[in-house]
């Protein structure tokens, strides 16, 4: 198909409404990539606080709830790492498309963020299943914590 | 006043050239009419990788979108 000089908004009536839909959309994901980043964070430091609080503690299970607070800390750092971060350049934009057909570029803009969303969304599902395993490793340390407790008190 | 109206109603009325209905256009067409632009892309954050990935994702899917095309013709 040849490269189109200009296009009527006729022809795309519903790209208001597609524009405004995808609005809200890039609002919620970067909504949910912080709540991600902040339940990383919250796990992050309560590892910390875990191996802070066992200390040297001379027991296989307190060591275990160590090792598995520390591992819970890396994952959470794991969940933090892959940014969901990727928009138009406004200034990118400025440049490229000023004298452009604003149709021609409402639709080069639609079709650009439509790509960086399927990225974005990706991110965000790559950080939900790491945050789960983060998780789970906290709860694991936090058991073995609790069997470490249970073992001393009942020797 | 009155010359000014009489020089109006005095004019033929030309109608204004009807343009011609444009068809709808698809949305595989629109992907390959205007294709997802690259160069638009940042990450304020600084993510570099991501950035370079997301862009090679879309010049790959101009490239396959510009074979079909091709194909098509």
């Known amino acids: 198909?040849?490269?189109?000089?200009?296009?009527?908004?006729?022809?795309?009536?519903?790209?208001s409404v597609i524009e405004s839909v995808l609005e809200r959309e890039d609002g919620s994901y970067r909504d949910r990539g912080n709540s991600l980043d902040t339940k990383a964070g919250l796990i992050l430091s309560a590892a910390g606080v875990i191996v802070a609080l066992v200390g040297t503690t001379a027991s296989?299970?307190?060591?275990?709830?160590?090792?598995?607070?520390?591992?819970?800390?890396?994952?959470?750092?794991?969940?933090?790492?892959p940014r969901v971060d990727k928009v138009i350049g406004p200034k990118e934009l400025r440049d490229r498309h000023l004298s452009m057909d604003p149709v021609?570029?409402?639709?080069?803009?639609?079709?650009?963020?439509v790509v960086l969303h399927a990225k974005n969304e990706a991110r965000l599902v790559t950080k939900a299943i790491r945050l789960r395993y983060a998780s789970a490793?906290?709860?694991?340390?936090?058991?073995?914590?609790?069997?470490s407790g249970i073992l001393r008190a009942a020797g | 006043m009155t010359g000014d109206l009489v020089m109006s109603s005095a004019q033929p009325e030309i109608?204004?050239?009807?343009?011609?209905?444009?068809?709808?256009?698809?949305?595989?067409?629109i992907e390959a009419l205007f294709p997802a632009d690259p160069d638009l892309m940042v990450s304020p954050e600084g993510d570099a990788r991501g950035l370079r990935e997301v862009k090679a994702a879309a010049l790959a899917r101009r490239a396959?979108?510009?074979?079909?095309?091709?194909?098509?013709?």
Not at chain 1, 1 to 15: C, F
Not at chain 1, 104 to 113: E, F, G, S
């Open chain 1, 1 to 15: 198909m040849q490269p189109m000089q200009s296009v009527a908004e006729s022809q795309v009536p519903s790209l």
């Open chain 1, 60 to 81: 296989i299970a307190a060591i275990v709830g160590q090792a598995l607070a520390i591992a819970a800390g890396g994952a959470a750092v794991w969940v933090i790492l």
């Open chain 1, 104 to 113: 021609r570029t409402r639709l080069i803009v639609l079709n650009t963020r």
């Open chain 1, 137 to 147: 490793l906290l709860l694991g340390s936090a058991v073995a914590i609790l069997m």
């Open chain 2, 15 to 29: 109608a204004a050239p009807e343009e011609a209905p444009r068809e709808l256009l698809l949305p595989e067409d």
């Open chain 2, 64 to 73: 396959e979108l510009a074979a079909r095309a091709r194909a098509r013709r």
